[in-house]
């Protein structure tokens, strides 16, 4: 029985016509979502669509200060792994290279630099849009919404939330649900 169905489609607009147990928004996905209707319309369409008793849960990277350009630099090293299946080095590097501090957008790209067995390399580039939040702006954002925050996070490990964490995680249910 195949308990996971892959679709692709609008994350802001969607309707699938059932009820969910569980909806994520995992590694920053809901960043990728930069119009502030799509925000909120992302959010109202999670809450439809879960059960009676069913769990949201975002997540979000924490901005570590106020976000200006001196957030933005130089390209820099993010990790380097070689792949054993296939023989071949991959090493990935990041750089923020504009932001926009009114509609906290910060342009961004991921280079993959791939070093196959033959010696040739291919570097492949990926643009970014990443919309950030502050924790309370956030939280305000997700309950306009309908959605109740029952547990948050600072990381994966279930690290309750504080100031020198790296993540902001929201574990929801719907308003109903109260």
């Given amino acids: 029985m195949n308990r996971i169905e892959l679709i692709h489609g609008n994350i802001a607009d969607f309707s699938f016509g059932h009820k969910f147990d569980l909806i994520i928004a995992p590694y920053h996905v809901f960043q990728a979502v930069t119009d502030n209707r799509d925000v909120e319309s992302t959010l109202i369409c999670s809450r439809n669509h879960l059960s009676?008793?069913?769990?949201?849960i975002i997540n979000v990277f924490k901005p570590k200060k106020i976000m200006d350009e001196s957030w933005c630099g130089e390209e820099s090293l993010d990790f380097e792994v070689h792949d054993e299946i296939n023989n071949i080095n991959i090493i990935r590097r990041s750089c923020n290279e504009h932001i926009d501090p009114i509609n906290q957008i910060i342009f961004r790209y991921l280079a993959y630099e791939v070093t196959y067995t033959d010696g040739r390399t291919e570097r492949i580039v990926d643009h970014l849009e990443q919309k950030y939040y502050y924790r309370c702006q956030l939280r305000t954002i997700i309950e306009k919404t309908g959605l109740k925050i029952i547990?948050?996070?600072s990381w994966y490990d279930k690290q309750p939330y504080n100031v020198e964490g790296q993540e902001i995680i929201f574990i929801c249910k719907t308003n109903a649900q109260s």
């Fill in 52 to 56: 009676d008793d069913g769990i949201f």
């Fill in 151 to 153: 547990e948050e996070y």
